[in-house]
T-cell receptor, first 117, second 114 residues
Framework: EAGVAQSPRYKIIEKRQSVAFWCNPISGHATLYWYQQILGQGPKLLIQFQNNGVVDDSQLPKDRFSAERLKGVDSTLKIQPAKLEDSAVYLC???????????????FGPGTRLTVL | AQKVTQAQTEISVVEKEDVTLDCVYETRDTTYYLFWYKQPPSGELVFLIRRNSFDEQNEISGRYSWNFQKSTSSFNFTITASQVVDSAVYFCALFRYNTDKLIFGTGTRLQVFP
């Protein structure tokens, strides 16, 4: 079974530029998550989708970050414009079931490492 | 408040030593799950174990073992006879039962030297 795919793996941009990340979850997984992991910290949830609807985006800086999940499958996360503090690894994860089940294991992709200069 | 504390930032051991990674959590929920993940240099998070709040039995899987103690809100992870391939960052995480949210600790970087 193929895992969660993300691209690109690495991205270097200058501040105020725009950037987009792509995630392809495991086939059939209902829930998709985007996490931000700043160096030396644990991952922090940015946004959670269930199928193609947003379940939780309370931690997403909506003035510059946006995300969508078209047709309930692939997802893109965009930053526009980027700031220095956005330098981090952006992890995508997916889980099989839809919401509220504690045994709903999340499978993580390899992440995209963003450096903002 | 939901919180996970991993007080050990970095641990270095020599191969074949045993090492314990500490995890202390805070929650007011009566039903929750605890996880350990491994993050090797490649970056992806690898699931190691899930334990629900009603199951305090310790678990052993090969060289890995986990000690869950609700009385002290701890879920510690021990690697026996460590190997160089165990070098990674290890995260403990708390999962609230009625949500899909994982709350991660700050991680412990384990370096195993040959």
């Amino acid at each position: 079974e193929a895992g969660v795919a993300q691209s690109p793996r690495y991205k270097i941009i200058e501040k105020r530029q725009s950037v987009a990340f792509w995630c392809n979850p495991i086939s059939g997984h209902a829930t998709l998550y985007w996490y931000q992991q700043i160096l030396g910290q644990g991952p922090k949830l940015l946004i959670q989708f269930q199928n193609n609807g947003v379940v939780d985006d309370s931690q997403l800086p909506k003035d510059r970050f946006s995300a969508e999940r078209l047709k309930g499958v692939d997802s893109t996360l965009k930053i526009q414009p980027a700031k220095l503090e956005d330098s981090a690894v952006y992890l995508c994860a997916s889980s099989l079931l839809a919401g509220g089940r504690g045994n709903n294991e999340q499978f993580f992709g390899p992440g995209t490492r963003l450096t903002v200069l | 408040a939901q919180k996970v504390t991993q007080a050990q930032t970095e641990i270095s051991v020599v191969e074949k030593e045993d090492v314990t990674l500490d995890c202390v959590y805070e929650t007011r929920d009566t039903t929750y799950y605890l996880f350990w993940y491994k993050q090797p240099p490649s970056g992806e998070l690898v699931f190691l174990i899930r334990r629900n709040s009603f199951d305090e039995q310790n678990e052993i899987s090969g060289r890995y073992s986990w000690n869950f103690q609700k009385s002290t809100s701890s879920f510690n992870f021990t690697i026996t006879a460590s190997q160089v391939v165990d070098s990674a960052v290890y995260f403990c995480a708390l999962f609230r039962y009625n949500t899909d949210k994982l709350i991660f600790g700050t991680g412990t970087r384990l370096q195993v030297f040959p």
